[in-house]
């Protein structure tokens, strides 16, 4: 029903800068929050950062200062601008959306997970 196609992650040295874009695409739908999240190797999901369809923002400690997320409702976009990266930094990023699907005289709301893109920081 719903599809998050992801995009931008790669190798990058400690420093270095990384952005990540992640699309929407549906056959009639709204689209609530959108955030990211990361999964390290041996460690849990966690939230890196989430912006609501009204603007508001959240960020993971770890991560304030350096990442900025933003998004396009017109483009049902979302990105996440990722500087100062570090070592810990790396993981597989996941694009995350709480959407609401409509179908007829009905809808759903679920929230719909991209296929991750891996983000490794190495020198």
């Known amino acids: 029903q719903v599809q998050l196609v992801e995009s931008g992650g790669g190798l990058v040295q400690p420093g270095g800068s990384l952005r990540l874009s992640c699309a929407a695409s549906a056959s009639v739908f709204s689209i609530y929050a959108m955030g990211w999240y990361r999964q390290a190797p041996g460690k849990e999901r966690e939230l890196v950062a989430s912006?609501?369809?009204?603007?508001?923002?959240n960020y993971a400690d770890s991560v304030k200062g350096r990442f900025t997320i933003s998004r396009d409702n017109a483009k049902n976009m979302v990105c996440l601008q990722m500087n100062s990266l570090k070592p810990e930094d790396t993981a597989v990023y996941y694009c995350n959306a709480d959407v609401r699907v409509f179908y007829g005289l009905g809808s759903s709301r679920n929230v719909y997970w991209g296929q991750g893109t891996q983000v490794t920081v190495s020198s």
């Open positions: 912006i609501s369809s009204g603007g508001s923002l």
